[in-house]
């Protein structure tokens, strides 16, 4: 048995969805299984398949380290204090 | 655990390769199990009733709810598996030698086609209530995902359940009575399918599994139920049922748990038939799982 990921869209909205898993024993069979389980009343219209041993898992220590680059954002907050200022400025006048 | 605890708290959502508490693991893998071992006792008794069921459209819909059913099993046992504290083989094997648990509901015999009926309004409603309640705030990801396609298949499994009574409220003195009975034999079973008052330190609720204690969950379902069974013209089966002008609520008066803890030992009324039945079943489909496994040998 193999295991799937299952992937799902209505055409035209949103993106493709992970929806859920199941096992079948062939990419046929599971697509079967895939309608019969998670689109029996037209959830979506789209379907994708991905075998589980197919997925290529980042490392969170790969990922760790962009959730430190302050430099990468910017909060705007000293140009909104500005705009703030002058806009009390007029209303004072 | 209290750093685990805290970002349960926070909302966090743990997903099946995260690092978790082994008590966390231990009881959300408990939970999941009973409820795919309920799936599948529950859908196997609906075929039953599929060459049984009166006329082609609700023999048609008994057929989807019993796909519908051994597919909740399936996701199930699958989500369950994935936790890695048994395979599926090994919670079959525990689920046939009578060593892990089902709900009380499915420790019954369907006698009738009402009961069936009663079982589809009452017991779908109850445990669609209970699975809305843990899928508020499930902080198992995995299981959260499977329950939101469990509860649009339960609603339906509900509404063809009160469609149904109402064609029988509206029918012959003898349908009426056949319904009644079957209200009488399965009133208290679905109602202690919420089982008894939460213990103050239930860990599914502190881990964020259930969001709401059982006598809350239940004391809802009798408000809804109870008034709705006497609209129809049925007599809710129970001799202290009296309201409460002023709160404007029912009571049904004491609940004997014994039928429940019955059941959880594996002794109701039709458990060691119902427990062969499904091993049987499994016996006699071997040859199709042999075939898939083949089939899966295979390289592409
Ligand atoms: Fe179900
Ligand atoms: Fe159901």
């Known amino acids: 048995m193999h295991t799937y990921e299952i992937f799902l869209k209505k055409d035209g909205r949103d993106e493709y969805r992970h929806a859920g898993a199941l096992d079948a024993a062939t990419d046929d069979l599971a697509m079967v299984m895939a309608r019969e389980s998670y689109i029996r009343r037209a959830e979506g219209d789209r379907l994708w398949l991905v075998r589980r041993d197919h997925v290529i898992v980042a490392d969170p220590d790969l990922i760790a380290p962009n959730a430190d680059k302050p430099h990468r954002h910017h909060d705007g907050s000293a140009v909104a204090a500005r705009r703030k200022a002058l806009r009390n400025e007029g209303a004072s006048s | ?300």
């Not at chain 2, 309004?121 to 499930?138: E, G, W």
């Open chain 2, 1 to 300: 655990m209290a750093a685990f605890e805290a970002f349960l708290d926070d909302g966090g959502i743990v997903e099946v390769d995260d690092d978790m508490p082994a008590e966390y693991r231990q009881a959300v893998f408990a939970f999941i199990e009973m409820h795919a071992n309920s799936e599948l006792m529950g859908g196997l008794t609906e075929r039953d009733w599929i060459p049984r069921t009166p006329g082609l459209r609700h023999k048609m819909s008994v057929l989807a709810k019993t796909q519908d059913e051994i597919g909740h099993g399936h996701l199930l046992y699958m989500v369950a598996a994935d936790m890695q504290i048994k395979t599926r083989e090994e919670m079959l094997e525990d689920l046939f030698a009578g060593k892990s648990r089902f709900h009380n509901v499915f420790h019954y015999q369907a006698v009738t086609w009402g009961d069936q009926v009663a079982i589809a309004f009452l017991v779908d409603a109850a445990a669609l209530a209970s699975q809305q309640a843990v899928f508020k705030n499930c902080s198992y990801g995995p299981y959260r995902r499977i329950l939101k396609r469990i509860i649009s298949e339960e609603g339906f499994h509900m509404r063809l359940g009160e469609d149904r009574m109402m064609r029988i409220a509206q029918g012959t003195d003898t349908q009426k009575e056949i319904f009644q009975g079957a209200l009488d034999r399965w009133f208290w079973p679905a109602l202690q399918l919420f089982g008894p008052d939460s213990k103050p330190d239930d860990v599914l609720l502190r881990w964020h599994i259930k969001s709401e204690r059982n006598e809350v969950l239940r004391d809802k379902w009798v408000q809804k139920f109870v008034p709705m069974l006497q609209s129809y013209g049925f007599t809710v089966p129970a001799p202290d049922l009296s309201y409460d002008e002023e709160a404007g609520k029912w009571d049904v008066g004491p609940i004997d748990w014994e039928p429940l803890k019955r059941t959880l030992a594996q002794g109701g009324p039709d458990s060691a038939r119902r427990i062969n039945e499904a091993k049987d079943n499994w016996e006699r489909t071997r040859w199709v799982r042999d075939a898939m496994d083949r089939a899966a040998a295979v390289p592409a």
